[in-house]
């Protein structure tokens, strides 16, 4: 084998090595990118719609008990922005069903939404509900509490998801980041490695040729550099010898 | 000492990991699992360095003593720490020390573990796990030189220091038959196991993964409650019955299988291994049953099972022996330290060594009731010589020195002295479970990390017959 040839094999499998790293660190970062972009779109986006959907229902309450107290106008006012409001988080919500059994939290709060709004739909001034406080303990605030804590639990499958997320993207980014780590010491010791080597087939043969060269002008021994390798050093010695022995024969002629 | 000699033998022994850790990059590939990336990098910086010597050095058909020494000693740790490198890219509980000791524990067939929930890791790196057992049980340099091309003087110093020369005694072979046999016995075991343990029910997986711990004398499961997860008579008599044929020398073994004359049923070491185990087996099922620990049969059912796997240094557990009577502990810990025969997979001690033990004590006595007599140790009829008894009582010795040694270091590193003493035992046995908080079903995760990295030794001294490592120290005695 030539030493150019080891040379740059000793090279070439250096460059895969960290290429590789590199390859693996970007693939690692951008399933990090994924699961960032997965965590938003998933579960961060359905916990805003449930704070939403409370914020709207803490309002509706509020209206329902300006319409106990007679306000007609604003009590039906702030509950049909609210009701739109809690609409348009639900159907957020409705249509990011990402984690297992979601669709079922999302039936339970329609359905028992759609119970809370019977009880308010319906006149109130001007009813026997008006001013009725035990009413509105009996009929309403007990399934507004049910709602609240439907779209609690909602809130909390979706927490829950996003925290277990959060950990898996803590060992996403530590195996991003380990591949160049290991590139970097192996690329060290392989150069200690490499180091060692060329001193085998490089260094090793030229001074043996140097020592021979030597032993053949200064105390006339026979020139033999004793290269085993097959390669330009051992070319290099044969014609050393070729030289040697054309001297020879010149000089005896 | 040549180091590019060196350096490509254990260039070569790395190839083998990689090939095993491409399997398992496979398989989580196959599985879309998450140590892909893990596996696939480790293999391919085990390759690397694999090939690198291999393009420089070329091949050499003598290989010194010291050099051989430095192959195996060095071949070991580098293939320990190539082991541990898809623990460490996949991270999870694995931090540098633990992968390290995963590692470690799992090529020299240990099979102590620092994982608290085995069964949430992937595949791929389970089926590398268990491949560390089966590559360290045949002994990874045994298993790359018998593959690989080389002259046999090369390969005969090899064998000379990766096997004890004990070991040698029941081999009538030269060097690459005996390499050839311990494959064959290794394989069809193997095999055998792994058919056995799927037709009792075992996923295929599983049996594998069981199969590969069993026959290396290893220990490492799949599951968190070991072979106690299955509870399942059928798949515990396999597995005891495999324990038990792995503890045995293979040459035995393989004369047994051919029917030749040098077989187990003529062997007095194999017969007193087994008396030995039988008589562990009726002394820890009276003491669990007259303790009111369990009905008669169980008792004799988990105490088979536990005096079994740790007197071959298995380590498998169907049974917490924690909340045992101290007397079945005190038993066990006696198997922990006496170990499997020589020649087999099993590391530590060595049954034999005990057999020559007692067999000097013997002669001793003899020699002083008659001081004029020429007495002479026989097994088998046998001479054993001097030499070898010499170098028997000091091994055993240097052993207990040891387990002595590493006790106080756990100990000061405010370890109590049970969990310190029996892991000190178990791992230089390399058993695996010990007592006190490494119990059968517990784990190693608790130790300090230093008390971790001295119990790795531990694992490497009694899997390299400790002179192995010791001798590397005194460099300048080798010149």
């Known amino acids: 084998m030539k030493i150019k040839f080891k040379i740059l094999t000793g090279f070439l499998l250096l460059i895969i090595m960290l290429l590789i790293a590199g390859a693996m660190s970007i693939y690692e970062f951008s399933r990090i990118g994924k699961s960032v972009r997965a965590l938003i779109d998933d579960n961060y986006k359905t916990i805003e719609a449930s704070k939403t959907m409370i914020e709207a229902l803490e309002r509706e309450d509020s209206g329902i008990l300006l319409l106990i107290s007679g306000k007609w106008k604003e009590g039906r006012q702030i509950l049909q922005s609210a009701d739109s409001l809690f609409l348009s988080a639900f159907d957020i919500a409705k249509n990011n069903l990402t984690e297992k059994d979601e669709d079922m939290y999302i039936e339970k709060i329609e359905t028992s939404y759609l119970i809370f709004k019977n009880k308010w739909e319906p006149p109130i001034v001007g009813t026997s509900k008006e001013n009725s406080v035990n009413w509105y303990f009996t009929e309403v605030h007990i399934n507004f509490i049910k709602v609240k804590s439907e779209i609690n639990a909602l809130m909390t499958l979706n927490q829950d998801s996003m925290y277990l997320e959060a950990s898996e993207l803590k060992e996403q980014a530590h195996r991003a980041i380990m591949p160049g780590i290991v590139a970097i010491v192996s690329a060290l ?23 021979s060269v030597k032993g053949y ?23 050393i010898q070729n030289l040697i022995s054309r001297i020879h024969q010149k000089n005896e002629k | 000492m040549r180091k590019e000699i060196v350096i490509r033998h254990i260039g070569m022994v790395l190839i083998f990991n990689a090939i095993f850790l491409f399997i398992s990059f496979l398989i989580s590939l196959y599985l879309s699992e998450t140590s892909v990336v893990p596996l696939l990098y480790s293999s391919l910086i085990a390759l690397v360095f694999g090939l690198f010597p291999l393009i420089y050095v070329k091949p050499s058909h003598y290989i010194s003593i010291w050099e051989g020494t430095s192959i195996v000693v060095f071949g070991w740790i580098t293939t320990c720490l190539v082991g541990s490198l898809p623990y460490i890219l996949w991270g999870g509980e694995f931090s540098f020390i633990n992968a390290w000791f995963e590692s470690v524990s799992g090529f020299t067939t240990t099979g102590s573990t620092i994982i608290n929930d085995i069964e949430i890791l992937p595949k791929g790196l389970l089926f590398w796990r268990s491949s560390t057992h089966w590559l360290g049980g045949i002994g990874i340099v045994l298993f790359t030189i018998l593959i690989l091309p080389g002259s046999n003087t090369s390969k005969l110093v ?22 050839r046999i311990l494959l064959y016995v290794y394989l069809g075991l193997t095999i055998l196991e792994t058919i056995l343990l799927n037709l009792a029910g075992m996923s295929f997986f599983d049996a594998i993964n069981h199969s590969f711990a069993t026959i290396a004398t290893g220990g490492f499961s799949t599951k968190n409650l070991s072979i106690a997860y299955y509870n399942s008579i059928s798949i515990e008599v396999i597995i005891m019955v495999f324990m038990v044929f792995s503890g045995v020398h293979f040459g035995l073994t393989f004369n047994t299988i051919l029917g030749n004359k040098n ?7 194999f017969k007193a291994y087994i008396t030995f185990l039988l008589v562990g087996v009726i002394l820890v099922s009276l003491k669990l049953y007259f303790s009111d620990m369990y009905p008669w049969w169980e008792s004799v059912r988990y105490a088979a099972f536990q005096v079994i796997s740790l007197g071959t240094t298995t380590g498998f557990a169907t049974i917490d022996t924690a909340n045992w009577p101290s007397f079945t502990q005190i038993i066990l810990i006696y198997f922990t330290i006496q170990c499997a025969m020589i020649g087999s997979t099993s590391g530590g001690l060595k049954f034999d060594r005990i057999f020559i033990f007692f067999k000097a004590i013997k ?19 046998n001479s054993i010589n001097e030499k070898t008894e010499i170098h028997t009582m000091i091994f055993i010795i240097l052993y207990l ?8 270091l756990l100990t000061y590193l405010d370890v109590d002295n049970f969990t310190a003493f029996s892991s000190s035992a ?45 001798s590397l120290l005194f460099i300048k005695s080798w010149r």
């Open chain 1, 189 to 211: 010791i392989f150069l200690v490695m490499f180091n060692f080597f060329i001193g085998l087939i490089l260094v090793r043969p030229i001074k043996k040729l140097i020592n």
């Open chain 2, 401 to 408: 020195g040891i387990i002595f040694i590493t006790t106080a």
């Open chain 2, 263 to 269: 077989n187990i049923f003529k062997s007095s070491i």
């Open chain 1, 217 to 239: 002008y200064l105390h006339s021994q026979n020139f033999d550099a004793e290269i085993s390798n097959h390669d330009e050093l051992k070319e290099l010695e044969i014609e």
């Open chain 2, 363 to 381: 002669k001793q006595i003899k020699s002083i009731q008659h001081p004029h007599a020429v007495i002479s140790l026989k097994v088998d009829g």
């Open chain 2, 426 to 470: 178990a791992t230089i046995g390399n058993v695996g479970p010990g007592f006190g908080n490494v119990s059968s079903l517990g784990n190693y995760s608790n130790l300090p990390d230093l008390g971790k990295f001295f119990l790795t030794i531990n694992m490497l001294l009694g899997r390299l017959e400790i002179f192995g490592i010791i």
């Open chain 2, 158 to 179: 090899l064998l000379n220091t990766e096997m004890s020369p004990l070991a040698k005694s029941n081999f009538k072979f030269r060097a690459k038959e005996i390499l």
